[in-house]
Each structure stands twice: as structure tokens, then as C-alpha cells.
T-cell receptor, first 115, second 117 residues
């Protein structure tokens, strides 16, 4: 079964600092990988998606993630945090054998941005 | 930008009562999903639905749960006899379907918070 592990349920960064949210996946074959963001009282919004094309994936709001097979990682980064980035971030995985299959989520990481 | 909507945003019910959670998919989307998130836990897959039938379901989705598209637009999740442990945020998601880049991306609604007393 596929799974993802997010390291750190809470991460605090200063405004303007690098954002690094960690995610490691477990899968017998390269999967599809996702990062979703959830702002307070809102649904899950797709930030970016890896589907076995380029290993460096750029998403919305200046976020990007790099797929590293050797490390089974898909960490999310942003060079400079903004106050509006405060939200909960979910790493997720699904089989690459067909994009309509279920998505399996990590526990989530709450990002706090300190002024 | 089109979005998935869900009603109600918050539902409070007594244990043993039936609840129906509603989702309006993005127009032309063909794949539908329900997920739930118990407070403090992971978002969990419940069921996927395509062409008017269930494609896949998790072990959580037992006989107390059912899904349907009664009028070809709304996508509903029914819980026949709610239990305390059904209290959670329920998310609907939809995907366009077909070939092409991005057609399998799942778009999530804002969720319905179900509280069972």
C-alpha cells in the first residue's frame, strides 16, 4: 500500500525566510505525488503535482517540490515566506496506473509565518 | 474559476439519525469522490464513483454509507444510522475525466463538518 509521511506537524518560519515542508513516500513503483493546501474554513487546493515528468515541479504561489527517487522524498519549498502562506499543507500520493484512483494523504503540516 | 460546492457547511445530528451530505461537482466532471477527516487525523478516502457506480471503496465505507447522483448533478453521501465516530469533516472531490494533461486532477470542495451527538 502507498503512504506518505510528513515530518513535523507544525512548522514556524519568519516572514521572508525559506519554507521547507518535508514529505517522504512509500511505494513499490514511482507514484503520482501531490501537495495540497488548506486555508482556514476552506477546501483542499492543489498546489502542485508530480506525474513522472520533470522531477522539479513548480506550483502556484511560488511553491515548488522536487521528486527524489533515491531519497523517496517530495519536499515542498518556497524561497521567501509570506504571511498569506500560513495554512495547513498536505502531501499526498496516488497510483500512477490511472489518475482517477484514490489519493492517500499525509497527516498535514501547519505552517505558521511569524512577522 | 469553477469550484466544487458542498452543503451544508455544518450538520449536527443525533446518533442513529440519517444524514445526507450534498456536493455539486464542477460542470462536466465525471469522476466523484468522498473523503473524510476526523479531527486531528489524516484525510481518508471513502469512495470513488464513475458512470453511476462505485469504482472503489475503502473499508470505512460499510453498509451504513451509500452514494448516488439522484438528479444527474448533485452527488450525495448518505449515512443511514450515524454513530459518534462518524463525526468528521467530509470532503467531496471531482475530476474531469478523459485524456489529456490534468484531466485526472481531483478538485476538492470546502467540506461539511458533521457532528454526531
Amino acid at each position: 500500500a502507498q503512504s506518505v509521511t510528513q515530518l513535523g506537524s507544525h512548522v514556524s518560519v519568519s516572514e521572508g525566510a525559506l519554507v521547507l515542508l518535508r514529505c517522504n513516500y512509500s511505494s513499490s513503483v514511482p507514484p503520482y505525488l501531490f501537495w495540497y493546501v488548506q486555508y482556514p474554513n476552506q477546501g483542499l487546493q492543489l498546489l502542485l503535482k508530480y506525474t513522472s515528468a520533470a522531477t522539479l515541479v513548480k506550483g502556484i504561489n511560488g511553491f515548488e517540490a522536487e521528486f527524489k527517487k533515491s531519497e523517496t522524498s517530495f519536499h515542498l519549498t518556497k524561497p521567501s515566506a509570506h504571511m498569506s502562506d500560513a495554512a495547513e499543507y498536505f502531501c499526498a500520493v496516488s497510483p500512477n496506473s490511472g489518475g482517477y484512483q484514490k489519493v492517500t494523504f499525509g497527516i498535514g503540516t501547519k505552517l505558521q509565518v511569524i512577522p | 474559476e469553477p469550484e466544487v460546492t458542498q452543503t451544508p457547511s455544518h450538520q449536527v445530528t443525533q446518533m442513529g439519525q440519517e444524514v445526507i451530505l450534498r456536493c455539486v461537482p464542477i460542470s462536466n466532471h465525471l469522476y466523484f469522490y468522498w473523503y473524510r477527516q476526523i479531527l486531528g487525523q489524516k484525510v481518508e478516502f471513502l469512495v470513488s464513483f464513475y458512470n453511476n457506480e462505485i469504482s472503489e471503496k475503502s473499508e470505512i465505507f460499510d453498509d451504513q454509507f451509500s452514494v448516488e447522483r439522484p438528479d444527474g448533478s448533485n452527488f450525495t453521501l448518505k449515512i443511514r444510522s450515524t454513530k459518534l465516530e462518524d463525526s468528521a469533516m467530509y470532503f467531496c472531490a471531482t475530476a474531469l475525466g478523459g485524456q489529456g494533461l490534468g484531466t485526472d486532477t481531483q478538485y476538492f470542495g470546502p467540506g461539511t463538518r458533521l457532528t454526531v451527538l
